[in-house]
C-alpha cells in the first residue's frame, strides 16, 4: 500500500539503522519499524532506538526543539511481551508507536492485540483522511463531504464495533496471569532460565561420530535472544533431514513444532541462505508456504521453531532433547538416484537381517560408493544396503484394493475377479470424494479420522457403489453417470485447481452428513465412470499445468519422487497406484513388535499391515514353482516397471512418501503411533518417510482392455 502511493520501501539491516536515520541521510519524514524480537530466531533488538534517533538529531546544528524529529519509530512488541517487561517508562523519549498481542501474553483471548501510541505523537496522526467507520466521527453530514470526527484517539481509529467479548475476558486473563505467575518479572527470570539450558543441552547433541544433530540459528554469536529457537535437524553426514518429517514424527510423540519461515521472509531468507531468485524459482513449480516441499536438492526450505513460556520446564526441554536422541542420532539418509531407480540399497542379502550385528550403508553419489558401517540397536536407522543385480523377476499380486471414495475405506477385489486397469489406473478406485459445504478442497481422513469407518464395495453387476457406516442404513449410489443428477462445482486437488460434479441427492447428502458430524456431499468425476462402459464422455476442466512439484520432467528439485499426471489420474494425490510387498509390510510389523517394550502398544502392533497402508496392489514372493527368487524388504525402491504378460503395463514413478495417516487404524479409526513412528526412524529416502511406490499406467487408449486379478505374475524390471 505504501508502495502504491508512492512512499518508498526499503528493508535494512538491524547494525545499519543509526546510519540510515542519522540527520545527513534523512530527506523527508520517515518511519523506522523493527521487532523487539524476531519471531523467526529470537534475537532481540533494544528497545532504546527511539532514544539513540532522537539523541542524534538533537545535536544536528538545525535541530528544531520544539518539532518531532523526521523519523517516527514503531516497534513489534508482540513476541517480546509475551515472556519480558514492556517497561518503556525507563526510557527518554521510547518509540512513537508499539504493538503487542494479548493472544501472546496470556494464550487467550485469540485475535486481540492493541496499538500503544505515545500521547506526544497523537497530534502528529494525519487519521481518517481517507476513509472511517462507524463509531469514529462524532457529527456527519448526509448531502456534504464533511464529517467531525470524535477527540480521542482511540474512538477515532477504533471502526465499528470494537471486540468487546474478547476484550471483557482479557480483564480475567489479566487475573489469572497475576495469580498464577506473580507479575511478568517473575515470568522472565524463568523463561531466561529455561533458555539457557535449551541452547546448551540441545547444541551439545551430538551423533557418535561428533557432527551435531541440530543446526541452532543463532543463539550462540554474542547476540541478546528470547525464549525462541530455529533449528534444523542434521543426520550423521552433515545432511539435513525434512523438517516436515520430523514435525510429524514429533506430533506422533505429543511434541508441538512450529515448522516453516514463520511468516518471516527476511530472517529466513538470511538464516537459510536463501536468495529472492530461488524463492521465485521455487513459487514458480508450484512450492508454497505450508506444504511439504521441505528441502530441495537437500537445501531445507523452512526450519523448525521451539518456543519457551511461563509454563515450560526444564523436564520439557529433556523430554524433547530425549526424542531427537532417539530418532535422530546416528541417523543417516537414504540418498535418492536419478530418474526412476529411486534407491539402491536394501537389505543385505544372505544376513539374517533380524541377527544382523552390523549395518552397512553404500550411499551412491555422483557414481561413487562410499561404505559405512555403524553398530546396530534396536532404534537405529534402516538395515539397508546394497543388493547385487539379479536381473528382472516375477512376483504374485496377494490382493487388489480400490478406493471408491477417496479417504474411506478400501474394498478388496474378491479373488480370481478380473479388474480392469484404465488410463486413470484401477477402474472407480477414487471416483469420488466428500466435500464440505462451501468448501473446496475434498475431507481426508487425516483430519475426519471417521472417514476410515465408511466402508466401500462395488456390485459389478448392478452397477452400484454401497456404503456402509455403523449404526447407518447401507447407502447404494449408481456408478452410471446418467442415473446421477449432477452438477459441476470446483475443487483443488494437491493445490491444482479441477472440476468435479456434485451429486445432487439430499439422501447421499444427509447420510455422509450424519456418518462424519459434519455437512457435506458426494462429489465425482464422471469420466471414471464413463469409463466402466468403455466411453469417455465429455473432459472435465483440469487447469493444471503439465508440470507439477512432484513432476519429474526437466525439474531436478522432484527427481526421484513421483510424477504427478493429474490430467490422467483420478482424486489420488500423487499418481495412480500405490503398490507394496508383503515382505516390507512384514519387516516393518517385526520392527514395531521390536520396539513394542519402549514405546509401542500391542494394539500398534496388531494393527500394523499391508492394508495400513491404503494399497491399490499388494504383492508377494512368487510360488517356488514359478522359478524366481523371493522378494527382499524394501528392494520395491529400486523397480523400473512391472509387466502384464510380455507387455509393459506401469512404470514406477517413484516412492510413496506417508504421513501420519498411515498411523490411523483403518477398522477402528483409532490414531496409533506405528507404524509412522517406526517408519520415521528406520525407512527414509532423501529425508522423506517413504513406504510403498507408485505406478502409473502406460496404457494407452487404444490399447485392448487390460486386466489384473489376485494371484497373477507380474514381471519386475530391475
Same mark, same amino acid.
Given at each position: 500500500?505504501?508502495?502504491?502511493?508512492?512512499?518508498?520501501?526499503?528493508?535494512?539491516?538491524?547494525?545499519?539503522?543509526?546510519?540510515?536515520?542519522?540527520?545527513?541521510?534523512?530527506?523527508?519524514?520517515?518511519?523506522?519499524?523493527?521487532?523487539?524480537?524476531?519471531?523467526?530466531?529470537?534475537?532481540?533488538?533494544?528497545?532504546?532506538?527511539?532514544?539513540?534517533?532522537?539523541?542524534?538529531?538533537?545535536?544536528?546544528?538545525?535541530?528544531?526543539?520544539?518539532?518531532?524529529?523526521?523519523?517516527?519509530?514503531?516497534?513489534?512488541?508482540?513476541?517480546?511481551?509475551?515472556?519480558?517487561?514492556?517497561?518503556?517508562?525507563?526510557?527518554?523519549?521510547?518509540?512513537?508507536?508499539?504493538?503487542?498481542?494479548?493472544?501472546?501474553?496470556?494464550?487467550?483471548?485469540?485475535?486481540?492485540?492493541?496499538?500503544?501510541?505515545?500521547?506526544?505523537?497523537?497530534?502528529?496522526?494525519?487519521?481518517?483522511?481517507?476513509?472511517?467507520?462507524?463509531?469514529?466521527?462524532?457529527?456527519?453530514?448526509?448531502?456534504?463531504?464533511?464529517?467531525?470526527?470524535?477527540?480521542?484517539?482511540?474512538?477515532?481509529?477504533?471502526?465499528?464495533?470494537?471486540?468487546?467479548?474478547?476484550?471483557?475476558?482479557?480483564?480475567?486473563?489479566?487475573?489469572?496471569?497475576?495469580?498464577?505467575?506473580?507479575? %511478568?518479572?517473575?515470568?522472565?527470570?524463568?523463561?531466561?532460565?529455561?533458555?539457557?539450558?535449551?541452547?546448551?543441552?540441545?547444541?551439545?547433541?551430538?551423533?557418535?561420530?561428533?557432527?551435531?544433530?541440530?543446526?541452532?540459528?543463532?543463539?550462540?554469536?554474542?547476540?541478546?535472544?528470547?525464549?525462541?529457537?530455529?533449528?534444523?535437524?542434521?543426520?550423521?553426514?552433515?545432511?539435513?533431514?525434512?523438517?516436515?518429517?520430523?514435525?510429524?514424527?514429533?506430533?506422533?510423540?505429543?511434541?508441538?513444532?512450529?515448522?516453516?519461515?514463520?511468516?518471516?521472509?527476511?530472517?529466513?531468507?538470511?538464516?537459510?541462505?536463501?536468495?529472492?531468485?530461488? %524463492?521465485?524459482?521455487?513459487?514458480?513449480?508450484?512450492?508454497?508456504?505450508?506444504?511439504?516441499?521441505?528441502?530441495?536438492?537437500?537445501?531445507?526450505?523452512?526450519?523448525?521453531?521451539?518456543?519457551?513460556?511461563?509454563?515450560?520446564?526444564?523436564?520439557?526441554?529433556?523430554?524433547?532433547?530425549?526424542?531427537?536422541?532417539?530418532?535422530?542420532?546416528?541417523?543417516?539418509?537414504?540418498?535418492?538416484?536419478?530418474?526412476?531407480?529411486?534407491?539402491?540399497?536394501?537389505?543385505?542379502?544372505?544376513?539374517?537381517?533380524?541377527?544382523?550385528?552390523?549395518?552397512?550403508?553404500?550411499?551412491?553419489?555422483?557414481?561413487?560408493?562410499?561404505?559405512?558401517?555403524?553398530?546396530?540397536?534396536?532404534?537405529?536407522?534402516?538395515?539397508?544396503?546394497?543388493?547385487?543385480?539379479?536381473?528382472?523377476?516375477?512376483?504374485?499380486?496377494?490382493?487388489?484394493?480400490?478406493?471408491?471414495?477417496?479417504?474411506?475405506? &478400501?474394498?478388496?477385489?474378491?479373488?480370481?475377479?478380473?479388474?480392469?486397469?484404465?488410463?486413470?489406473?484401477?477402474?472407480?478406485?477414487?471416483?469420488?470424494?466428500?466435500?464440505?459445504?462451501?468448501?473446496?478442497?475434498?475431507?481426508?481422513?487425516?483430519?475426519?479420522?471417521?472417514?476410515?469407518?465408511?466402508?466401500?464395495?462395488?456390485?459389478?453387476?448392478?452397477?452400484?457403489?454401497?456404503?456402509?457406516?455403523? &449404526?447407518?442404513?447401507?447407502?447404494?449410489?449408481?456408478?452410471?453417470?446418467?442415473?446421477?443428477?449432477?452438477?459441476?462445482?470446483?475443487?483443488?486437488?494437491?493445490?491444482?485447481?479441477?472440476?468435479?460434479?456434485?451429486?445432487?441427492?439430499?439422501?447421499?447428502?444427509?447420510?455422509?452428513?450424519?456418518?462424519?458430524?459434519?455437512?457435506?456431499?458426494?462429489?465425482?468425476?464422471?469420466?471414471?465412470?464413463?469409463?466402466?462402459?468403455?466411453?469417455?464422455?465429455?473432459?472435465?476442466?483440469?487447469?493444471?499445468?503439465?508440470?507439477?512439484?512432484?513432476?519429474?520432467?526437466?525439474?531436478?528439485?522432484?527427481?526421484?519422487?513421483?510424477?504427478?499426471?493429474?490430467?490422467?489420474?483420478?482424486?489420488?494425490?500423487?499418481?495412480?497406484?500405490?503398490?507394496?510387498?508383503?515382505?516390507?509390510?512384514?519387516?516393518?510389523?517385526?520392527?514395531?513388535?521390536?520396539?513394542?517394550?519402549?514405546?509401542?502398544?500391542?494394539?500398534?502392533?496388531?494393527?500394523?499391515?499391508?492394508?495400513?497402508?491404503?494399497?491399490?496392489? %499388494?504383492?508377494?514372493?512368487?510360488?517356488?514353482?514359478?522359478?524366481?527368487?523371493?522378494?527382499?524388504?524394501?528392494?520395491?525402491?529400486?523397480?523400473?516397471?512391472?509387466?502384464?504378460?510380455?507387455?509393459?503395463?506401469?512404470?514406477?514413478?517413484?516412492?510413496?512418501?506417508?504421513?501420519?495417516?498411515?498411523? %490411523?487404524?483403518?477398522?477402528?479409526?483409532?490414531?496409533?503411533?506405528?507404524?509412522?513412528?517406526?517408519?520415521?526412524?528406520?525407512?527414509?529416502?532423501?529425508?522423506?518417510?517413504?513406504?510403498?511406490?507408485?505406478?502409473?499406467?502406460?496404457?494407452?487408449?487404444?490399447?485392448?482392455?487390460?486386466?489384473?486379478?489376485?494371484?497373477?505374475?507380474? &514381471?519386475?524390471?530391475?
Amino acid at each position: 500500500m505504501a508502495t502504491e502511493r508512492g512512499v518508498a520501501v526499503r528493508p535494512v539491516a538491524f547494525s545499519q539503522i543509526y546510519n540510515i536515520t542519522a540527520p545527513k541521510n534523512t530527506r523527508a519524514c520517515s518511519l523506522l519499524a523493527y521487532p523487539a524480537q524476531c519471531n523467526f530466531s529470537g534475537e532481540r533488538f533494544p528497545l532504546e532506538v527511539a532514544d539513540e534517533i532522537n539523541r542524534i538529531h538533537e545535536q544536528a546544528p538545525d535541530h528544531d526543539s520544539e518539532a518531532h524529529i523526521p523519523w517516527w519509530v514503531l516497534v513489534d512488541a508482540a513476541a517480546y511481551a509475551a515472556t519480558s517487561p514492556l517497561a518503556l517508562g525507563d526510557l527518554r523519549n521510547g518509540p512513537d508507536f508499539v504493538s503487542v498481542s494479548m493472544y501472546k501474553i496470556f494464550g487467550a483471548p485469540t485475535g486481540l492485540g492493541a496499538l500503544l501510541i505515545k500521547r506526544s505523537s497523537i497530534p502528529h496522526l494525519n487519521t481518517k483522511q481517507h476513509f472511517f467507520g462507524g463509531g469514529t466521527v462524532a457529527a456527519l453530514a448526509f448531502d456534504k463531504q464533511w464529517q467531525k470526527f470524535r477527540h480521542d484517539i482511540e474512538s477515532r481509529m477504533e471502526d465499528g464495533t470494537v471486540n468487546f467479548q474478547d476484550i471483557v475476558s482479557l480483564h480475567h486473563a489479566l487475573d489469572a496471569h497475576e495469580r498464577n505467575y506473580g507479575s %511478568i518479572y517473575n515470568v522472565s527470570l524463568h523463561v531466561s532460565s529455561v533458555t539457557r539450558y535449551a541452547e546448551s543441552v540441545i547444541s551439545a547433541l551430538r551423533h557418535s561420530n561428533g557432527l551435531p544433530i541440530c543446526l541452532v540459528y543463532g543463539h550462540s554469536d554474542g547476540c541478546a535472544y528470547g525464549p525462541t529457537m530455529a533449528f534444523n535437524v542434521k543426520d550423521a553426514q552433515g545432511r539435513y533431514v525434512g523438517y516436515v518429517e520430523v514435525e510429524r514424527l514429533a506430533v506422533m510423540n505429543g511434541i508441538a513444532l512450529r515448522t516453516g519461515r514463520f511468516c518471516n521472509p527476511g530472517s529466513s531468507q538470511r538464516w537459510l541462505d536463501l536468495e529472492a531468485d530461488e %524463492i521465485v524459482k521455487y513459487s514458480s513449480l508450484g512450492f508454497v508456504c505450508g506444504d511439504d516441499n521441505d528441502l530441495v536438492n537437500g537445501k531445507p526450505l523452512g526450519a523448525l521453531r521451539i518456543s519457551f513460556g511461563a509454563m515450560t520446564s526444564k523436564v520439557d526441554i529433556d523430554l524433547f532433547c530425549d526424542f531427537l536422541v532417539r530418532h535422530f542420532k546416528d541417523y543417516m539418509l537414504l540418498d535418492g538416484s536419478c530418474t526412476q531407480s529411486v534407491v539402491d540399497t536394501v537389505n543385505t542379502l544372505g544376513v539374517p537381517r533380524r541377527q544382523s550385528d552390523e549395518v552397512s550403508y553404500k550411499l551412491t553419489q555422483q557414481n561413487t560408493i562410499q561404505t559405512i558401517t555403524t553398530p546396530s540397536t534396536p532404534l537405529s536407522a534402516t538395515t539397508v544396503t546394497g543388493i547385487p543385480e539379479h536381473g528382472d523377476i516375477q512376483v504374485e499380486i496377494d490382493k487388489i484394493v480400490i478406493y471408491p471414495v477417496k479417504s474411506c475405506h &478400501g474394498w478388496v477385489v474378491p479373488a480370481g475377479v478380473d479388474w480392469a486397469i484404465t488410463r486413470f489406473g484401477l477402474l472407480f478406485d477414487r471416483s469420488f470424494v466428500i466435500m464440505r459445504e462451501n468448501g473446496t478442497v475434498p475431507m481426508q481422513q487425516k483430519k475426519y479420522p471417521n472417514m476410515a469407518l465408511i466402508r466401500t464395495g462395488v456390485d459389478v453387476e448392478r452397477s452400484v457403489l454401497v456404503l456402509e457406516f455403523p &449404526g447407518q442404513s447401507p447407502l447404494e449410489i449408481s456408478l452410471i453417470p446418467e442415473n446421477l443428477a449432477l452438477q459441476g462445482t470446483e475443487s483443488r486437488i494437491c493445490g491444482n485447481e479441477k472440476q468435479v460434479s456434485r451429486i445432487l441427492s439430499d439422501d447421499i447428502s444427509s447420510w455422509l452428513s450424519s456418518a462424519l458430524s459434519v455437512s457435506c456431499y458426494l462429489a465425482c468425476d464422471p469420466r471414471l465412470l464413463w469409463a466402466s462402459a468403455g466411453t469417455e464422455g465429455d473432459e472435465l476442466t483440469d487447469t493444471s499445468s503439465d508440470t507439477t512439484p512432484f513432476d519429474n520432467s526437466g525439474n531436478d528439485e522432484g527427481r526421484g519422487f513421483s510424477c504427478t499426471r493429474r490430467g490422467n489420474i483420478s482424486f489420488a494425490n500423487e499418481s495412480q497406484i500405490l503398490l507394496v510387498t508383503q515382505e516390507s509390510a512384514q519387516q516393518v510389523e517385526e520392527w514395531v513388535a521390536e520396539e513394542s517394550l519402549s514405546e509401542v502398544s500391542s494394539s500398534d502392533i496388531n494393527s500394523v499391515g499391508p492394508m495400513q497402508y491404503r494399497p491399490n496392489i %499388494i504383492v508377494k514372493s512368487a510360488a517356488p514353482e514359478a522359478m524366481t527368487r523371493a522378494i527382499e524388504p524394501f528392494e520395491e525402491l529400486k523397480w523400473e516397471s512391472v509387466n502384464i504378460g510380455f507387455r509393459r503395463a506401469f512404470i514406477v514413478s517413484g516412492p510413496c512418501r506417508r504421513c501420519q495417516m498411515i498411523s %490411523i487404524d483403518q477398522n477402528s479409526a483409532k490414531t496409533l503411533k506405528a507404524p509412522y513412528s517406526t517408519l520415521a526412524r528406520r525407512m527414509r529416502v532423501d529425508g522423506k518417510v517413504v513406504f510403498g511406490i507408485y505406478l502409473d499406467s502406460v496404457m494407452d487408449d487404444d490399447n485392448a482392455l487390460v486386466t489384473i486379478r489376485s494371484g497373477k505374475l507380474l &514381471g519386475i524390471a530391475t
